[in-house]
């Protein structure tokens, strides 16, 4: 079972609109969370990384939060642009190297 | 280079035969990662390298596959007698240092005919 679980799979939003995407894990022990972006035939790229202790860490439009307490992240996109069209991926990392577990993403389609 | 760079981008190959994949990381990165994303799927972790030594291969799927990486920097993947299964987009990171942020190459699309 993928110990990290990403809701939506995809969603569809108006161009200027706000959205949210979801990201549950369980893996322990704890080290850092990142969000990625990875358009299309591209490789991701980092958005934001937090800590146990960060809550909260922003990134131009982009808003990650971290309950550490209930292992929930989420992720906010504010007035979205066509060009925020992407697979938005979230990555815990646990291992005493920093390996990453990865969740299987959430598309998100921006139209006009 | 400015970012970690992969080769080929593409690669047909017919079900049997031998790939090799290469990656060219961030110079002065030392650790160095690869990752394999099928369609639809998480990316799975397969190999980690620290300088030229492979502390962690659990993600390796099978004895077919195998990385090395030389001099600190070019690493290469290889695949042997190939499967349809192994279909997928091949992707490499580096960072400057294991837990430091992981900056991705474009990938390499292994197709198996």
């Known amino acids: 079972k993928n110990q990290v679980e990403q809701s939506p799979q995809s969603l569809i939003i108006l161009e200027g609109k706000n959205c949210t995407l979801q990201?549950?894990?369980?893996?322990?022990?704890?080290?850092?969370l990142r969000w990625y972006k990875q358009d299309t035939g591209r490789g991701p790229v980092s958005l934001t990384i937090?800590?146990?202790?960060?809550n909260t860490k922003s990134n131009g439009r982009y808003t990650a939060t971290l309950d550490a307490d209930t292992k929930q992240s989420s992720l906010h996109i504010t007035a979205s642009q066509l060009s925020d069209s992407a697979s938005y991926i979230c990555?815990?990392?646990?291992?005493?190297?920093?390996?990453?577990?990865f969740g299987a993403g959430t598309q998100v389609v921006v139209t006009p | 280079g400015a970012g970690v760079s992969q080769s080929p981008s593409n690669k047909v190959t017919e079900k049997g035969k031998d790939v090799e994949l290469r990656c060219d990381p961030i110079?002065?990165?030392?650790?160095l990662y690869w990752y394999r994303q099928s369609l639809g799927q998480g990316l799975e972790f397969l190999i980690y390298?620290?300088?030229?030594?492979?502390?962690?291969k659990s993600g390796l799927p099978s004895d077919r596959f195998s990385a090395e990486r030389t001099g600190g920097s070019v690493s290469t993947l290889t695949i042997q007698r190939t499967q349809q299964e192994d279909s997928a987009v091949y992707l490499c990171?580096?960072?400057?240092?294991?837990?430091?942020?992981?900056?991705f190459g474009a990938g390499t699309r292994l197709s198996v005919l």
């Open positions: 990171a580096s960072s400057r240092e294991a837990k430091n942020i992981q900056y």
């Open positions: 990201c549950n894990y369980t893996v322990s022990p704890f080290s850092n």
């Open positions: 937090m800590t146990f202790s960060e």
């Open positions: 990555v815990v990392s646990a291992d005493s190297w920093g390996k990453l577990q």
């Open positions: 110079s002065g990165h030392t650790a």
């Open positions: 390298f620290q300088g030229n030594s492979a502390p962690d």
